[in-house]
């Protein structure tokens, strides 16, 4: 099995897999343009929080490329449009920014177009060598909390798919099957759009680890039943008291997860954690399109003119969360001192 590259640099270019297409095809699209890097970020050709950021970091040095000018007002200028519109692909995944913050200190520095180019196009690819180096350890220090025939539910992508590395929950999963830890997962459907069924599943049979998928709804009655040990899910955005925004139905499974005592882990880098909010009472949750739940890849499973609420995350709590996995170490309490002690 060769591993998954959903985010590629190309010399010039960036190929993304297209993650719609999945897992019907793997079609990878070849973008030369940063504003069809914005439409495959806004249509979640691809998606998963540090696989945004990483795409958003390539998304800038494309744009950076396309200016010409030799003059750095106007050149800075016109990057500051391109910027703009990649800021404005989704709203509430912290890498993006984060990835693009880290663009803009590196075209500060520079002195002239010609070298804030290649410092930008060096800045992009050292995102996305330090986001696989970061999923691989934060996958290390998350393996040690799965036991020996632990059976572990996980929501939605967190995969390489979500990374363009080893992965966040889905990581710290695969190393504990690494290591030899005979466990067995438990993946939701994670409607409205089947990440967990279409991409999640994908990954999980090529990588030959065991699993079983689900509905949604099913989580509650499998739990008390006792047949599942422990959950661990990845996060779109982190306030710095702990407060997870998580795809959409991530914080019934939290509350379902205390209600039975089952451990509830977060998986995401420190790059998600957003140390400017307090709470997640100040994260921006993205609506998305109605037409993804009225229908699926073109087929309309709902009456015309219905009305549909479609938020594409939801915040949990951080009481209800056990630990929180990152590359910098696992904290189980007092997460606002300690997240800011590791950062």
């Known amino acids: 099995m060769t591993d998954l590259k959903p985010v590629e640099w190309r010399s010039d270019r960036l190929i993304i897999l297209d993650q719609t297409r999945l897992p019907g095809e793997e079609v990878y699209l070849e973008i030369t343009d940063y504003r069809e890097a914005v439409e495959a970020i806004q249509r979640l050709a691809v998606r ?17 490329l396309s200016i010409k000018t ?12 391109v910027i703009q519109a990649i800021s404005q692909s989704r709203p509430t995944a912290r ?9 803009e200190e ?24 330090d986001q696989v180096q970061s999923d691989k350890q934060l996958s290390l220090l998350g393996a040690a909390l799965l036991n020996e025939g632990n059976t572990v539910l996980t929501h939605c992508n967190t995969g390489a798919l979500a990374t363009a590395g080893y992965g966040t929950a889905l990581g710290v999963i695969k190393q504990a099957f690494a290591e030899g830890k005979k466990i067995r997962v438990i993946a939701t459907e994670t409607r409205p759009l089947l990440q967990g069924a279409r991409l999640t599943a994908f990954e999980l049979k090529r990588m030959g680890i065991p699993f079983t998928l689900i509905t949604d709804s099913m989580a509650g009655s499998l739990m008390r039943r006792g ?23 991530t914080y019934s499974l939290a509350a379902l997860a205390k209600e039975h005592a089952l451990p509830f882990y977060v998986a995401a880098p420190m790059s998600t954690i957003d140390f400017s909010l307090a709470s997640g009472e100040g994260i921006v949750i993205e609506e998305r399109s109605p037409d993804e739940v009225t229908g ?7 009456p015309e003119g219905v009305q549909v609420y479609n938020p594409a995350f939801d915040v949990t709590p951080y009481q209800y969360i056990t ?16 997240l800011l002690k590791l950062a």
């Open 48 to 64: 998963g929080a540090p696989a945004i950021g990483v795409a958003a970091a390539y998304a800038v040095a494309l744009g950076a």
């Open 70 to 81: 030799t003059v750095k007002a106007e050149f800075v200028v016109k990057l500051q449009k």
């Open 323 to 338: 630990a929180i996995v990152t590359e910098k170490g696992v904290i189980r309490s007092q997460f606002e001192k300690e």
């Open 106 to 129: 590196i075209a500060a520095l520079g002195k002239d177009p010609g070298s804030i180019k290649t410092a930008l196009v060096e800045q992009a690819v050292k995102i996305h060598h």
């Open 296 to 302: 699926f890849q073109g087929l309309r499973v709902a």
């Open 95 to 103: 890498n993006l920014f984060w990835a693009i913050e880290c663009m």
């Open 227 to 249: 047949l599942i040990d422990v959950v661990m899910v990845g996060a779109d955005r982190i306030a710095r008291n702990g407060d997870t925004a998580n795809k959409i139905g």
